[in-house]
């Protein structure tokens, strides 16, 4: 298993803990004090299936996907890391910056970041995966 | 990889790349706004996402790693799967954009129609693959 794989699942497993953990927080009679909480619907939903379900896929099908070519199996392994990187710091700032909006300091550049850095991810993984899907 | 694969997974990146444009422009018009034309990105970004790209990875992931049959046509029956991929475009694009350009509700619930027919069709595709490796059928 190459090391980006590696770490796109360890940090996919994180994301689910945590997901599932703000889940619980959500359900909790700590709701009904906090409405903050409740605001935090589409953070907990985006941690489960960009940060979760999204990220293992894209390191799964780094590792097991049709070779690129010999000399370059998995494609280009620096864009590779770019959308890991990308993917981690995107989700993250979204995780700070709902929060922000939920009580009331909107954070423009941050959630504008946010979504700049996930989609450049998703562009990138779509673009290194591409030739790789291909009929033997 | 198989071309049915190839076309299910290059068709699923396809929606991936869409659905996360409408995504990062849903996020990003929380912090500036954009218009009210935005709210609308939002069945495109959760059809996409959810059935055009994370679903149809899946089968086009499952057509080509499912065990295969020694006898006969190695995968089956293949035009089920094939079914199953037209079926699953046409009803993801007539659900977004059913749903996306306000069109009569008819437009989406058929979409979701052909959602649940290209389900159906591809479980019955794979049912018969889903065996141990080595067994004859």
């Known amino acids: ?136 | 990889m198989p071309r049915l694969s190839v076309l299910l997974v290059r068709s699923a990146l396809c929606y991936l790349a869409i659905g996360l444009l409408a995504g990062a422009v849903l996020l990003a018009s929380r912090g500036v706004f954009l218009g009210a034309w935005v709210g609308r990105l939002l069945p495109i970004h959760i059809e996409f996402l959810l059935m055009g790209w994370t679903v149809q990875l899946a089968l086009g992931v499952a057509f080509w790693v499912l065990p295969r049959f020694r006898t006969g046509p190695e995968r089956g029956r293949v035009e089920l799967a094939w079914l199953a991929y037209g079926l699953l475009n046409l009803g993801v694009l007539a659900a977004a954009i059913g749903q996306a350009a306000a069109l009569p509700p008819a437009v989406s619930v058929l979409g979701r129609a052909a959602e649940a027919l290209a389900a159906a069709a591809f479980s019955l595709h794979a049912w018969p693959r889903v065996k141990m490796f080595g067994t004859p059928k």
């Open chain 1, 1 to 136: 298993m190459p090391a980006l794989t590696r770490w796109f699942i360890k940090a996919a497993m994180l994301y689910l803990v945590a997901a599932l953990a703000l889940s619980v927080v959500m359900q909790s009679a700590l709701a009904g004090q906090l409405p903050l909480l409740r605001a935090l619907w589409p953070t907990y939903l985006h941690l489960l299936v960009v940060g979760w379900l999204t990220q293992l896929i894209f390191g799964v099908a780094f590792w097991m996907f049709p070779k690129y070519s010999s000399a370059s199996p998995r494609g280009h392994d620096a864009l590779g890391w770019a959308c890991f990187v990308l993917l981690n710091l995107g989700l993250l700032l979204r995780a700070v910056a709902e929060p922000l909006q939920a009580v009331g300091r909107p954070h423009a550049p941050l959630l504008i970041a946010s979504a700049v850095a996930q989609l450049l991810a998703g562009w990138g993984f779509v673009a290194n995966t591409w030739p790789r899907v291909k009929e033997r």
